[in-house]
């Protein structure tokens, strides 16, 4: 599915993941695969409760030093490569 | 399981009626229901007289499976809760485990008579209750230096053995497996069967004290341990653990991975082939 500024981002119902040390490490249960995110990263996961990709970059704008096109391209790009491991789900806009 | 008596060649000896070992630091007492032979293999290497340190004490009833009925069990271990017992699944056993208290549990379990089922039932057994206290089971090799143990961790190939061997000072605990249980000392290493046989030294003290895991690097000129921060230390742990609760455990193995880097200590081991690393272990400990 395309990733669009309104798509609901949420952390993968068959995920494990502990935020240690400012870096989350997620364990991708049925895969047994494990990742570990860098400090953008690990924002973006831990905003991934639903909210769209827009409301998440809106947020990256305010701690980090990036404009807002910049932080949705980032959170756009990280949502595809996140879900292509089964890591996060992705949710279509409300009609 | 009469591994822990002189047998004869190529075997194990005859189990039938109640046998007593300690293996892999949980200590068995097996009511076997049928006279079974058991094949000779590395299980033995690991078993000590009941009389030895234990975390856990385990007795098991054990019945006769009829030879068809556990085909496709899996080649490794496999659990999962259902009610108050798990139910284990292994190469040619099964079994119910039931923790009666702390450290202490009552199993039932059958197995298909085949020379093998005995241990590796007791490993699966082990295995699980050292999960169910708290423990991790991991792929790696275990050195005794001094009166603490090492374990080195890594992919098949990393070098671990060859670390191993480039501890002149140490004794081997644990050749390609180890059961890390928390005790009021800190984590104890036991060793269990598995990986290719190479000579283990006698080891009477059974478990020992952890000191670190190493994560084997042979990226250095130089013999070196260099200290993980936590996110890498928690991810270097994790890959090498051998749970077999699967996808529905991984919370809670995630948890009990989170404690053990909590207590000891992860390094990337930087070894070079010649290069002898007792003096840098013992600094890192």
Redesign the interface.
């Known amino acids: 599915m395309p990733i669009s500024a309104e798509s609901k981002l949420t952390q993968g119902e068959r995920t494990s993941a502990r935020i240690i040390d400012g870096f989350a490490v997620i364990v991708v249960n049925d895969a047994q695969r494990l990742h570990t995110l860098n400090a953008v990263g690990t924002r973006i996961w831990a905003m991934a409760d639903g909210r769209s990709a827009h409301a998440i970059a809106t947020a990256l704008t305010d701690e980090f030093d990036v404009d807002h096109d910049e932080a949705l391209a980032s959170v756009v790009a990280f949502a595809d490569e996140l879900a292509g491991v089964g890591a996060l789900e992705i949710g279509e806009p409300a009609a | 399981m009469d591994v822990g008596q002189e047998a004869a060649p190529g075997s194990l000896g005859r189990v039938e009626g109640w046998r007593d070992v300690v293996y892999g630091g949980a200590r068995l007492a097996f009511s076997v229901g049928f006279d079974e032979e058991v094949r000779a293999d590395d299980h033995a290497a690991f078993v000590r007289g009941a009389s030895a340190p234990h975390f856990a004490e385990i007795t098991a009833a054990v019945g006769r499976a009829p030879a068809r009925s556990l085909l496709g069990e899996p080649n490794g271990i496999q659990w999962r809760r259902d009610g108050e017992d798990v139910e284990i699944r292994t190469l040619g056993a099964r079994a119910a485990l039931r923790e009666l208290g702390h450290g202490r549990f009552a199993a039932r379990a059958s197995l298909v008579p085949s020379g093998i089922g005995v241990p590796s039932l007791a490993t699966a057994l082990v295995t699980t209750a050292a999960e169910l206290c708290g423990g991790v089971v991991m792929h790696g090799v275990a050195v005794a230096l001094g009166d603490v143990a090492h374990l080195f961790v890594g992919p098949s190939g990393a070098g671990k053995t060859t670390a191993a061997n480039h501890c002149p000072e140490a004794r081997w605990l644990a050749r390609d497996r180890a059961i890390l249980v928390p005790g009021s000392d800190g984590y104890r290493v036991y060793g269990i069967a598995g990986g290719d046989p190479v000579e283990l030294a006698p080891n009477p003290e059974q478990g020992l004290p952890l000191a670190a895991i190493h994560r084997i690097r042979r990226d250095r000129p130089k013999p070196a341990a260099e200290r993980l ?4 230390a ?2 270097a742990v ?2 090498n653990v051998m749970s077999g609760g699967g ?2 455990e ?2 809670h ?2 948890d009990r991975v ?1 404690a053990l880097i909590g207590a000891v200590p992860v390094f990337d081991l930087h070894t070079r082939l010649g290069a002898p690393l007792d003096a840098v272990l013992r600094e890192a400990a």
């Open positions: 921060g936590p996110a890498r928690l991810m994790r890959e996808p529905a991984e919370p193995c995630l989170m």
